[in-house]
């Protein structure tokens, strides 16, 4: 059974494959019977909702608070906004009645033609619309800004090509859309969220981001600015982990919402909207595990260390078993996650494969000679060592081993980026090294067309023009017309 | 401001309106664009987030985990269940296509009729089917069981007749699912489900509740046996505030879901599946609330305590303010929840007002007198009754206060359910005192046909046979034919 648990295709004999098979064997989700839907599983649920919970903590002590809008949007609304209808009314799920009927056939039921709707009805793909029709009777005066709501929420967007977590028809997210009185103040707001989404990738996740803006043809529709965080999966692609668009007074313009200022003075609202969702477990997963399994962050895992005794007889086992009750206890206080297991039914080989698949932080084996000798065995999932350790304050040495863990999987990773960041300056060079799989600093003229040419011809994008580090001007590696600054090219999902 | 604000239809003028009106008026809820769905305001989201992360604490100290399973199921799922197809097949919103297209005219954008769907999809009214489908992946064993499953989701059913919080199209909801391999487990977690909603409704809600089973024809369509908690409201009528079923093995033989026991015998398995939604916020509002507005229970109140300044000029109100702050955090680090409202842009009256209409627990005021005193004036939302008390160990003096208010909230709950709840051993007098409000313990033979002749002609239904209490036998008042127990009539939401 161990050896089955473990059969994982490997990162370098094919990464997709890799992937899916973790997702699967780490009972952390599957598809269902409903083209492009994921389960959920609890072990997966458990890394969103720890997710959440920081994610919530931070919107929330930056004065957001939480709301819920519909899951429906009229049709109609959808064509209020010209871009948005462009980028978000095509692919998406369709209610058209509201009323089944018994097959007069006698076999099952069948969708009732009288019930049906005068306007149908659209899944949400993602709220703009509805909220911003609401917002209308919300907002009458400068005293009613800014407007701060977040809503935790799941969605629909009707992928062809899906993958779990990555890209699936329905997913879980959060959206924010805030309204504020000034252009500035909701400028202000959108850099404030990415940088809140940079402060959990980097904190929480253990995964560097670039923050930076996206190229007109990659913004959210019906946005001015979309501000992005882009991270690099150990292949070397891109994933786009978090988005916060400056919408201007676009959609207030759509669903006509006007607040009257301190003088009185009529004006459209301002605008922004943000979300991550969960392809951040995608992320998760792709950022730091290896051929053996999941490694998880230890703010983010379920449980962050699980004890397995090894033992011969119930007298063995009894002893471990008070000792380790202790240490639960005394773990548990210090505020760590733990479990312990010891099911009769699975051997301590199979345990340690099925923790070590699923990422559990710190493994703590308990024998015999432990017993005698006031020891445990640690393990560290992150590196794979192990070793002998006094129980005397091993609160306190858990603790700072889950730091310890917690940083080097952050510091891991930043390396990884860092080793596979590079420069270039020929258009030539461009088109060997993006083979590697890399990201890509290059010059870039500002157009659309370069950037299609670029994407036709190498399969990457701008993955976003970076708000920090090197702004030199330059030339264009394609056309060499002038460049304002270095941007990020890469492959992504 | 203040008067138009406060300016709810009374309780005994009219019941309903009253309701609505404080909805509305206290910024819980509102309808939507789109028929029959409600928004969720701020304030009412976060009673909602606060009886969930309570809920939620529960159910996992019971070992239950979370999952998430797709808001769609195929049309033919329904059919599988023979009682449940007819229960709840019928009004539900369903997805016909998958992609809308620019119209030609021009205008908007309609269904494209080329993407039409094979087979229709439901947008869950509840989610056994989708869920049993599941779960015949999963069980394969005695092992893999019990599975004790809950989802957080939100459900679409489609009700003609909407009413905030109560009945909506959309809801939010938590349904859990469990697995077991004896009918016996089952029937005790439908139990232990049931006695948690209790508890959670009488410690937490502050309503007192009375555990039964439901009558065979107001069962969940599918289960074996339905339990339910019913709470009265201020009008005298009942509100099924929470739902526990005991499925049998009907779902596995629907979806064949087999499992080997411990002897390698093949059977199907056993199910529960329990829930409540935020129909819970609509009998919190109804059970409690006055005509000043909410009155909240401090456990479930988004803020316990809130701060209003009385002063004149800059001065005072510095020194209020630092006054304020002081007792804002020693609150605080009794884990009590305060906001201090010092907005110059409205009066204190108008604050007094709004915080009495939003039904936080306890408001303090701090003018230029208690300054020199050091006091504070403390008024209690539930008696609305004032006090001044001293600075001096506030901390200890709130927190039994709210604990006091707590207590007495629900004490007043129960004094009102006792007065209203009567015996009756005639149908004449059945039928006269239902018309004052009234929960009426009476003698039913057991029959359906009984059951129905009574609510045609009074529109009383059997809210449960009660679990606890007086289990006399006697006659039916109808037709005198034997009856076990009394059973509890009333007229219901």
């Avoid at 923790?355 to 999932?381: C, F, I, S």
Wanted: charged share 30%; net charge negative; aromatic share 10%.
């Amino acid at each position: 059974m161990a050896k089955e648990l473990k059969e994982l295709t490997s990162r370098s004999q094919d990464y997709s494959q890799w992937y899916l098979d973790l997702v699967i064997k780490a009972d952390l989700a599957e598809n269902s019977a409903v083209r492009g839907c994921m389960v959920i599983k609890p072990y997966g649920y458990a890394i969103w909702e720890k997710m959440q919970r920081q994610l919530d903590d931070m919107f929330k002590e930056t004065g957001h608070v939480n709301a819920y809008f519909p899951l429906f949007i009229p049709k109609s609304f959808l064509s209020k906004e010209a871009d948005h209808v462009e980028g978000f009314a095509k692919e998406c799920a369709v209610v058209t009645h509201y009323r089944l009927k018994n097959d007069p056939d006698g076999k099952g039921v069948i969708v009732d033609p009288e019930a049906k709707l005068e306007e149908e009805l659209i899944v949400r793909p993602t709220s703009e619309t509805i909220i911003w029709n609401t917002y209308r009777n919300w907002i009458q005066s400068y005293r009613d800004l800014p407007l701060l709501i977040n809503q935790w929420a799941n969605v629909v967007r009707w992928e062809m090509r899906t993958r779990l977590f990555l890209r699936t028809a329905e997913f879980l997210w959060q959206e924010g859309h805030t309204a504020h009185a000034t252009r500035e103040e909701a400028e202000e707001e959108t850099v404030k969220m990415l940088n809140i989404y940079a402060q959990f990738a980097e904190e929480h996740m253990a995964i560097p981001v670039i923050k930076g803006v996206k190229s007109a043809s990659e913004r959210f529709a019906g946005a001015i600015d979309t501000y992005a965080i882009e991270a690099m999966m150990q292949d070397g692609k891109a994933l786009q982990a978090g988005t916060s668009h400056f919408l201007g007074q676009n959609f207030a313009k759509a669903f006509d919402v006007k607040f009257a200022d301190k003088e009185g003075k009529m004006d459209y609202v301002w605008a922004t909207s943000w979300g991550v969702s969960t392809r951040l477990i995608g992320a998760l997963i792709m950022a730091h595990s290896d051929d053996n399994g999941l490694v998880l962050p230890p703010k983010l895992a379920p449980f962050q260390v699980v004890i397995v005794p090894i033992y011969k007889g119930e007298e063995q086992l009894a002893a471990i078993n008070e000792k380790a009750d202790g240490i639960v206890k005394s773990l548990k206080a210090s505020g760590i996650s733990v479990k312990y297991d010891n099911a009769d039914n699975k051997k301590p080989g199979w345990k340690f494969s099925e923790y070590e698949l699923k990422g559990v932080p710190v493994r703590l084996a308990m024998g015999a000679r432990d017993m005698e000798n006031n020891t445990v065995e640690v393990a560290r999932r992150d590196t794979l060592t192990k070793e002998t350790v006094s129980c005397d304050s091993l609160d306190i040495y858990i603790k700072n081993l889950l730091d310890d863990i917690q940083a080097n999987i952050y510091n891991k990773a930043l390396a990884y980026r860092t080793e596979k960041t590079i420069t270039v300056e020929t258009y030539e060079e461009f088109k060997e090294k993006i083979e590697d799989g890399v990201f890509i600093l290059a010059h870039w003229d500002g157009t659309a067309e370069t950037e299609e040419k670029i994407k036709a011809e190498t399969k990457a994008t701008i993955r976003c023009i970076p708000l920090e580090g090197d702004k030199t001007q330059g030339k264009c590696m394609v056309t060499g017309n002038p460049s304002t600054q270095r941007v990020v090219f890469a492959r992504a999902y």
